[in-house]
């Protein structure tokens, strides 16, 4: 295969991606009766939807081929990895009080923009509209797993898998925080920082969470190919 094909292949695949998360948005039930919650659900999926390469949820779908037959089904449980990294973002650039994302506002910068003039603290009314934003998103990843379709036991496996996914970046987030007032703060703890943080969320577990949907796959994925995983998601030096 050739650098077209891969290329050719990789956009069919983000295309089909993209296609299966605007299904689900459009699926979604949700508190279509009041006002504030259909701005602030229409507020995630704009962020989602915000271009992104889609590599995770692509590595999802070939970590999954990699041990079994190719199932269309996998698409929905893979965007849980994208409806995951919207969660992570979303708090993420609250903390790191970014406000932009992909060249368009945050989330909390969208909210703020809105209630500007309408409440007596904008900041503090935004960010927490956007905490609770995130929170819904990572609600939205675990249901759109757990309601692929696929066997229910692979689906909880993989489900166990995304939530230590989200536990691991956690204390990479911490570790994160902890940099800006830690006088020690090593070498090795950054590296340590981006191995829970990016490693876990880009990589091994997209890998992982592919592998989990198949019974006959080997107890653990190998050490070489979560090597290769992990290596990969580690910036540049």
């Known amino acids: ?63 999954h081929d990699l041990f079994a037959p190719h199932d269309e089904r996998v698409y929905r449980a893979a965007i849980s990895i994208e409806l995951t990294q ?74 166990m898998e995304l939530s230590r996914i989200i536990e691991m970046t956690g204390y990479g987030q911490l570790i994160d925080i902890s940099s800006s007032y830690n006088p020690d703060f090593s070498q090795k703890d950054l590296l340590r920082l981006h191995m829970l943080k990016t490693a876990q969320i880009y990589h091994r577990g997209s890998t992982q969470d592919g592998r989990a949907f198949e019974r006959n796959c080997p107890e653990h994925t190998s050490p070489e190919l979560l090597r290769h995983a992990s290596g990969n998601s580690l910036p540049a030096s």
């Not at 703020?112 to 904008?122: E, I, L, M």
């Open 86 to 159: 919207t969660y992570l973002l979303i708090h993420d650039d609250i903390m790191d009080q970014s406000e932009t994302r992909r060249g368009k506002p945050s989330l909390h910068a969208a909210a703020r923009a809105q209630v500007t003039g309408v409440v007596s603290d904008p900041r503090r009314i935004s960010e927490n509209i956007a905490i609770v934003a995130g929170d819904l998103a990572d609600s939205y990843a675990h249901q759109a797993l757990l309601g692929c379709g696929l066997p229910p036991n692979e689906t909880m496996a993989a489900n």
């Open 1 to 63: 295969m050739n650098t077209s094909d891969y290329d050719t292949e990789f956009r069919r695949m983000r295309d089909r991606v993209d296609t299966e998360l605007k299904a689900y948005f459009d699926s979604m039930g949700g508190m279509k009766s009041d006002p504030v919650c259909v701005t602030v659900t229409s507020m995630i999926r704009d962020f989602t939807m915000n271009g992104g390469k889609r590599i995770r949820p692509i590595l999802v779908v070939l970590g």
